[in-house]
């Protein structure tokens, strides 16, 4: 259930201030919005959801300081489009699953088992590559229920 708008400003606030950042309206903005929505959004989705409160100038510039705080972070969906997350929100290593129809994001975590022997198998690329793998990300594509659900299939 979404957080009421007041606890969200307050939340936001408390965030800004844990990280020692000024508080100014693009960042309570953005900050209540990724707190309202509880899940990854691209900068389209942001833009709209404050009602094109945020200038884009704004939005990016307020982007960029909280991600160099660790307070959000970034990804690029599998089409290159710039996603933005809570970094406070995430108690674990999670993956993602995309909806190739509407662009939905889901976070997802993988049994601990699983996600052991994905470690093992990086650690096996790092030696036969030569690399240092900083990080790694799940991918799923899919087609969400709704998306689902709307596909007509042809009689025949």
């Known amino acids: 259930?979404?957080?009421?708008?007041l606890t969200r400003i307050e939340l936001s606030r408390s965030i800004l201030a844990s990280k020692s950042i000024s508080v100014t309206k693009p960042r309570l903005s953005l900050l209540s919005i990724l707190?309202?929505?509880?899940?990854?959004?691209?900068v389209e989705q942001i833009t709209k959801r404050s009602k094109e409160k945020i200038a884009l100038s704004s939005l990016y510039r307020v982007i960029k300081d909280l991600r160099d705080s660790g307070i959000i972070s970034e990804f690029q969906t599998p089409e290159n489009t710039k996603v933005i997350e809570l970094t406070t929100h995430q108690n674990e290593h999670h993956h993602h699953i995309f909806c190739s129809q509407c662009g939905a994001i889901t976070d997802f975590e993988i049994d601990d088992r699983l996600e052991r022997d994905l470690e093992k198998e990086i650690r096996k690329v790092e030696l036969q590559y030569s690399v240092s793998v900083t990080s790694h990300s799940l991918a799923l594509q899919s087609l969400c229920l709704k998306c689902s659900r709307s596909i007509v299939v042809p009689s025949t």
């Open 1 to 5: 259930m979404p957080t009421n708008k």
């Open 35 to 42: 707190l309202n929505e509880r899940r990854p959004l691209t």
